[in-house]
């Protein structure tokens, strides 16, 4: 792709989501991710959003028609079989329609939905849509701050590292050592790497525990209750708390918009006991970096990923984040490494251990902008269009040479250049506060 100009990778976006459009939902590669994935998705709306408005809607109350009694919004959905991929629903056997799997992913569906609104050139058809999807992110806001935060503690818990949406980070190496896959786990045939070199993802090791993990929740019905007790996995998982926290006061916003004047009370609720619990669990004391934290061990996780950094996204953080992050991204070519290339975790190439994510830039970037910090913004916003003018729309690129890695003609990369890469004005986000409750 080199040398091609921002309107002919404008089209090639477009073409990569209406290649990847099953009709209703936009799968994220095909052959590699050929289902409905959560936070995917909802991301891959706000490329939709710039050229289909209906279409960016569609997708998103695709994903909640999947929603489960109990407000959980699955990670995947299976709308249809395909055999190319492991797991599929007969693995993870849930018993819903349409199928899906047991777990969740981060919550980015009411951040999403606020910035399609704000954006949107059809303001009937746009507060007609969140007028049918706000009760279904509200309820999935309740299931996160009750499933996963039975004693009301401020702080939501993971129970796989497939929630967090960064599979194999070196923030679960010691959480998920904890997993021991039983003599009797099911055998099973990986097939993304049919797709992908193994060198760029997880290890086999890793992926017995994930299995293993899934295994736990099938025998226990994906009772939310008894995977947090019995899950050896249990996290306090920064970006998912950051996504959380951040989409509360988006969704708080959408509660004024409707004149939902209790939903926008509740949430209120749920925002300030996030705000007076995050930053003293997961913030680092040198840094403010915030860090995972193990609740089986009762203690933080050592391992440092640009996860850390979305407390800015989240309207908490502090200023010392802005001179980690500018050593940080002086360590490699392009910004923002996910694991820092002096730490002994650091793997340039492999998945979540090292590479370059355009998407988790377009988050953190925007906590960056919004806080004042434009340079780093800016940075990363340049980095990013550099390595898709380079190397295509691939899923992750090598932060010391560029190189493309993972899928390829990957839906939220694509995206990601159609909301903020080919509209600079939007790594400012709306032109709101970093806090919409102030």
Known sequence: MNGCGGEGLRGQAMAVLRANDRGGYTVPSAGLY??????????????????????AWREIETLFAAQWPDGMVPHIVFHRDDPAYFPGPA????????????ITQPPVAASCVRWMLEGARDRERALA????????????HAWFHSARDPEG???VVTVHPWETGMDNSPAWDAPLAAVTPPPDLAPYERRDLTHVDAAQRPTRAEYDRYMTLVQLFRELAYDPAAMVARSPFLVVDPATNAILLRADRDLAVLADRLGERDARRRIEGWIARAEAALPDLLAEPASGLWRAFDLRCGRPVE?????????LYAGLGDARLAGLARAWAGETRYALSSVPAADPAFDRRRYWRGPVWPVANFLIARGFAERGLTDLADRLRRDTAALI????????????????????????TAAVWLAWIDQPERDRGPNEPSDPLK
């Not at 693995?91 to 047991?102: D, E, K, Q």
Request: net charge positive; hydrophobic share 45%.
């Open 34 to 55: 050929p289902f409905q994935w959560n936070w995917d998705s909802c991301l891959v709306a706000l490329g939709w959003a710039r050229f289909d408005e209906a279409r």
């Open 91 to 102: 693995v993870w056997a849930t018993g819903r329609l349409p199928a899906s799997s047991g």
């Open 129 to 140: 849509a969140v007028r049918r999807l706000f009760p279904k992110l509200l309820a999935w």
């Open 153 to 155: 503690r401020g702080w």
């Open 303 to 311: 391992a440092r990923t640009h996860a850390g950094f979305l407390a």
């Open 389 to 412: 003018a380079g190397e295509g729309f691939r899923e992750y690129f090598d932060p010391l040479d560029g190189t493309g890695l993972g899928g390829t003609r990957f839906s939220w």
